[in-house]
């Protein structure tokens, strides 16, 4: 036995000897705290606090909520807002998430405050997960600081997820740079409930002063008293990074009677200092071409979320107003029989002429069982881009989308005739509306095909708007109205009445454009192409040339809705 071996046998032996005794103590343990667990396992466990994260909103443009927040708001479990201004955000929380008002008592700032954070407490002590949002930055100007310490006081764990303060984002957005060459110092003044003194302030710094529009008068009496020209300028910006924004522009001198005569009311951030001149060439948000445009957008729901975003884009207000309501064939059975031919291989071709044939099909392939190997050996034609986008969802690349117009009669141009040599069979399968045109059957038939034209989903009109949108839509005080196919224009007059003769008339394509005439309705703008974004952009390209006009002319730009024209010019 070599050393090395006589020294691992004896320590296997101790190792032995080591795991008894191990095993030996862990039984007398065991037995010995067998009563003892069974004396504390009627002790009631507490339920563990639940964490906070305050998460700053921004001052008003939802799009500037940060990603993390979003992400934040994707794994709450309890929501406390401030009002009905943080509801666009929800749409970011899992379904079923609690949403806790928490918009205070009333009264001073410091009982405010205290209620917001008793409340946050509260609810941290019943959710695991709960998000605070704060409008702008939580500890900026906001009341998130003296909240977190509430939570840190009652052993609640909190994270903080910084927002952009309208400190800074509501001069941007008014096109004033808060900082330039030569002007690189800024103080924040909030003027919300202690008397400052104001005499300590430089004029040749840039002053953002908060909570200042009801004192603004004695404001700028004692910054002109602190040795502030009376000439320096004065930029009022009310409600900043929304649709709604408005900035009145004047002095220390002038700027009250300014507001006065622009009849601009409300809280507001107030820049002061010689960058207010730069607005003139910055400005960038209130001259986008539909800025402040009141737009009503007749469509389905669950359609207009594009052409929504598209417009909010470029400064618009946007309004849906349902005038169609997609539902269920009357009689399901042409459709069943259909799916049924369409796997037994009666067709060449299937044709789908808008999203909601799409959506119809894979509605019925999916009370079947069916997924897209079921267009094995089928050739897809799809009328437009949309449409197409739709059916690539399914994992298919259509065969043919038209090379022109995106319309049934652009996918009548392009279809191939039918060849008994080429084409086995010759039957093509159409889903479509109940009151889709016979543009495309005709042109099929008139190139060999043989059609199965069924009626995929009905076009039903919907209810009335409430009264004050019909009154709005009569009296002209929507700016514009934008029609995305013909049925919307037929719905809208016969639900609400016509548009007035000073609203912008914009429509998806040639189509919606005959039909939009034959109401008496001149059209403005229309599509190059048949989409919600173009469609858009049309009414853009419109905007901005009005603008344009008016500048040109030294006119003031006022909206459509702003001007009252006797009657619509004639086409």
């Not at 918009?103 to 609810?123: F, I, Q, Y």
């Not at 927002?163 to 919300?192: C, F, Q």
Request: net charge neutral; proline share 7%; charged share 25%.
């Amino acid at each position: 036995m070599t050393p090395a071996q006589g020294t691992t046998t004896k320590a296997h032996k101790t190792s032995r000897k080591t795991t008894r005794a191990k095993a030996d103590v862990s039984a007398k343990t065991a037995a010995t705290a067998a009563p003892q667990k069974a004396a504390t396992s009627t002790v009631k466990q507490t339920k563990p606090l639940g964490h906070v994260t305050f998460v700053g909103v921004g001052p008003g443009d939802p799009a500037l909520l940060t990603l993390a927040g979003r992400d934040v708001l994707a794994n709450a479990d309890a929501v406390v807002v401030e009002g009905p201004e943080h509801d666009a955000f929800l749409t970011y929380c899992p379904p079923g998430v609690e949403v806790i008002d928490g918009s205070g008592a009333e009264g001073s700032r410091a009982l405010r405050v205290a209620a917001r954070a008793r409340l946050v407490v509260k609810t941290a002590k019943s959710a695991a997960n709960v998000v605070r949002l704060l409008s702008g930055d939580p500890f900026t100007f906001s009341s998130g600081a003296e909240e977190a310490a509430a939570c840190r006081k009652a052993g609640i764990g909190f994270n903080v997820v910084p927002g952009v303060s309208e400190v800074s984002a509501v001069p941007t957005y008014a096109g004033i740079p808060l900082t330039m060459k030569g002007d690189r110092e800024v103080t924040v003044v909030d003027l919300a409930e202690n008397k400052l003194d104001l005499t300590r302030l430089q004029p040749k710094q840039t002053l953002v002063l908060l909570n200042a529009s009801e004192v603004l008068k004695e404001t700028a009496a004692a910054l002109i008293e602190a040795g502030f020209d009376a000439g320096t300028p004065v930029a009022v910006t009310v409600g900043g990074t929304t649709t709604t924004q408005t900035s009145v522009v004047g002095t220390l001198e002038t700027i009250v009677a300014d507001l006065r005569a622009a009849k601009v009311t409300g809280e507001a951030v107030i820049v002061v200092g010689a960058v207010v001149e730069q607005r003139e060439a910055l400005s960038w948000f209130e001259t986008k071409p539909l800025f402040g445009w009141r737009i009503l957008v007749p469509r389905t729901k669950d359609q207009a979320g594009p052409l929504m975003d598209r417009l909010r884009r470029y400064g618009a207000m946007p309004e849906e107003v349902p005038t169609i309501s997609v539902e269920p064939p009357r009689n399901p059975q042409q459709m069943d029989k259909a799916i049924r031919g369409l796997v037994e291989g009666r067709y060449e071709w299937v044709a789908f002429t808008s999203v909601n044939a799409v959506k119809a099909v894979r509605e019925k392939f999916d009370e079947y069982g069916l997924d897209a190997r079921a267009f094995s050996g089928l050739k897809i034609a799809a009328v437009g881009d949309k449409t197409a986008e739709a059916i690539g969802a399914w994992g298919i690349r259509p065969d043919l989308v038209p090379s022109g117009e995106q319309s049934a009669a652009g996918l009548v141009e392009d279809w191939p005739p039918f060849d008994e040599v080429l084409d086995p069979i010759n039957r093509v399968f159409l889903p479509r509306a109940d009151i889709a045109t016979e543009t495309l059957v005709a042109g099929l038939t008139d190139l060999g095909w043989e059609v199965d034209d069924v009626t995929a989903y009905r076009t039903v009109r919907a209810a009335p708007p409430p009264a004050p949108t019909r009154e709005a839509i009569k009296s002209g005080k929507f700016d514009a109205v934008v029609f995305t196919s013909s049925s919307t224009v037929r719905n809208l007059v016969g639900i609400a009445g016509k548009p007035h003769a000073s609203t912008v008339i914009a429509v998806i394509g040639p189509a919606t454009l005959k039909t939009a005439e034959e109401h008496g309705l001149r059209v403005d703008a229309m599509a190059e192409t048949p989409s919600a974004e173009e469609l858009a952009d049309a009414l853009a390209r419109f905007g901005a040339d009005r603008r344009d006009t008016m500048v040109e002319a030294g006119e003031p730009v006022t909206r459509p809705s702003e001007r009252r024209p006797g009657s619509r010019r004639k086409s």
